[in-house]
């Protein structure tokens, strides 16, 4: 009778490889914790936040972490972690371009009554207009709608995507037609709000910017009701090119101008966190006390950081995309990236036509014109 081969009692590489990182996760999350809870009352002092934001800030941090994990594992071996990848690039684009104009409450503050007071009101509501309005209405659609719905993706000339709040509300025995009809008006509404907005920021912006020499003076004047006409006329000319898309190109004009207005936006966001940060150390720099602040940013100087980050991350590879394709598109790419190049050579331009300088922090001027 033959001898049989002695068991091979070694662990697969694979299991051991699996075992150290659970462990080392586990290991970071309760170090994670345990630093929290015990910088806890610095932490509070730093961020300038009360100890109870503090704690449901870090509760609320645990929480989506242990979601994230799960879910970002089986996304991954769904879909792969290239995939995964870029299309967390792309719906950043997508959601950055969906809400900008928040920052639209700074500008008003000039035709605002007791500013001081109703500006830190204001923007202290953002973060929950957003969680409720945005991410909570969109997590009840989830659950209503199957995201293999055709009417959400296959849109063209004889099928047309519908809005995902239409749907829902289609769904009604008896009133589902009245119900999503109510709800075209509504979303019409929404999109006339924000249109409006836009017009009073963008004309707001012009105006500021004839006075400080950065566009024709005619741009500067004001009505009887002050009301910048040359500015808001010029921005609406200007938005009136947006019906174009629908009418030249196949589309590619809508395209252009999504990826310019969605990249512009995020330049934007990018020079508010670096004014951010530069207005707080000019502010130390200068002797000031941080207690004259009527308002002070929870978690600086993490968050100016984090979003410096990932606005150049998103920048550079919201459209990473393009270079993905079996055949190389030179418009996508241009559309893609044109925002970039046209911002360095403004900026530039400027600098050097007008022989400017950064400005150094203790030299930063903080008293009103």
Same mark, same amino acid.
């Given at each position: 009778?033959?001898?049989?081969?002695?068991?091979?009692?070694? @662990?697969?590489?694979?299991?051991?490889?699996?075992?150290?990182?659970?462990?080392?996760?586990?290991?970071?999350?309760?170090?994670?914790?345990?630093?929290?809870?015990?910088?806890?009352?610095?932490?509070?002092?730093?961020?300038?936040?009360?100890?109870?934001?503090?704690?449901?800030?870090?509760?609320?941090?645990?929480?989506?972490?242990?979601?994230? @994990?799960?879910?970002?594992?089986?996304?991954?071996?769904?879909?792969?972690?290239?995939?995964?990848?870029?299309?967390?690039?792309?719906?950043?684009?997508?959601?950055?371009?969906?809400?900008?104009?928040?920052?639209?409450?700074?500008?008003?503050?000039?035709?605002?009554?007791?500013?001081?007071?109703?500006?830190?009101?204001?923007?202290?509501?953002?973060?929950?207009?957003?969680?409720?309005?945005?991410?909570?209405?969109?997590?009840?659609?989830?659950?209503?709608?199957?995201?293999?719905?055709?009417?959400?993706?296959?849109?063209?000339?004889?099928?047309?995507?519908?809005?995902?709040?239409?749907?829902?509300?289609?769904?009604?025995?008896?009133?589902?037609?009245?119900?999503?009809?109510?709800?075209?008006?509504?979303?019409?509404?929404?999109?006339?709000?924000?249109?409006?907005?836009?017009?009073?920021?963008?004309?707001?912006?012009?105006?500021?910017?004839?006075?400080?020499?950065?566009?024709?003076?005619?741009?500067?004047?004001?009505?009887?009701?002050?009301?910048?006409?040359?500015?808001?006329?010029?921005?609406?000319?200007?938005?009136?090119?947006?019906?174009?898309?629908?009418?030249?190109?196949?589309?590619?004009?809508?395209?252009?101008?999504?990826?310019?207005?969605?990249?512009?936006?995020?330049?934007?966001?990018?020079?508010?966190?670096?004014?951010?940060?530069?207005?707080?150390?000019?502010?130390?720099?200068?002797?000031?006390?941080?207690?004259?602040?009527?308002?002070?940013?929870?978690?600086?100087?993490?968050?100016?950081?984090?979003?410096?980050?990932?606005?150049?991350?998103?920048?550079?590879?919201?459209?990473?995309?393009?270079?993905?394709?079996? @055949?190389?598109?030179?418009?996508?790419?241009?559309?893609?990236?044109?925002?970039?190049?046209?911002?360095?050579?403004?900026?530039?331009?400027?600098?050097?036509?007008?022989?400017?300088?950064?400005?150094?922090?203790?030299?930063?001027?903080?008293?009103?014109?």
């Amino acid at each position: 009778m033959a001898a049989t081969a002695p068991a091979d009692d070694k @662990v697969d590489p694979k299991v051991i490889k699996t075992g150290l990182i659970l462990v080392v996760g586990f290991i970071a999350v309760v170090f994670d914790t345990t630093i929290v809870s015990v910088a806890l009352h610095t932490l509070a002092t730093q961020l300038h936040a009360s100890v109870s934001t503090v704690q449901w800030v870090t509760t609320g941090y645990l929480l989506a972490l242990g979601m994230a @994990v799960p879910l970002s594992t089986w996304a991954l071996r769904r879909f792969g972690g290239k995939r995964l990848w870029m299309f967390a690039l792309a719906v950043f684009l997508v959601a950055g371009f969906s809400f900008q104009g928040t920052e639209g409450v700074g500008l008003a503050a000039a035709e605002t009554a007791d500013p001081s007071t109703n500006v830190p009101k204001a923007i202290r509501t953002v973060f929950w207009r957003i969680l409720l309005f945005y991410i909570g209405a969109i997590f009840v659609v989830g659950t209503l709608i199957s995201y293999t719905d055709p009417n959400l993706l296959n849109a063209d000339e004889s099928h047309i995507a519908f809005s995902p709040f239409t749907m829902v509300f289609e769904q009604l025995p008896r009133f589902g037609y009245y119900a999503a009809n109510l709800m075209n008006a509504v979303i019409l509404s929404s999109v006339l709000s924000c249109g409006n907005s836009s017009m009073y920021v963008a004309s707001r912006m012009l105006y500021a910017m004839s006075h400080s020499r950065k566009a024709p003076k005619v741009f500067g004047t004001l009505n009887r009701r002050g009301v910048p006409v040359a500015a808001l006329c010029a921005t609406g000319l200007i938005s009136a090119l947006a019906f174009f898309s629908t009418l030249v190109g196949d589309q590619k004009i809508y395209q252009l101008f999504y990826n310019a207005s969605g990249l512009s936006g995020f330049i934007i966001w990018l020079g508010i966190a670096v004014c951010h940060l530069r207005f707080r150390k000019a502010w130390v720099a200068q002797g000031r006390s941080l207690d004259d602040l009527k308002f002070r940013s929870k978690f600086y100087p993490y968050g100016p950081w984090l979003a410096l980050i990932l606005f150049v991350v998103v920048l550079f590879g919201a459209n990473i995309s393009v270079f993905q394709t079996p @055949v190389f598109s030179w418009f996508d790419f241009i559309t893609g990236y044109l925002m970039i190049p046209v911002f360095i050579i403004f900026y530039l331009g400027h600098k050097f036509w007008n022989k400017t300088r950064v400005v150094p922090l203790k030299d930063c001027n903080f008293e009103p014109d």
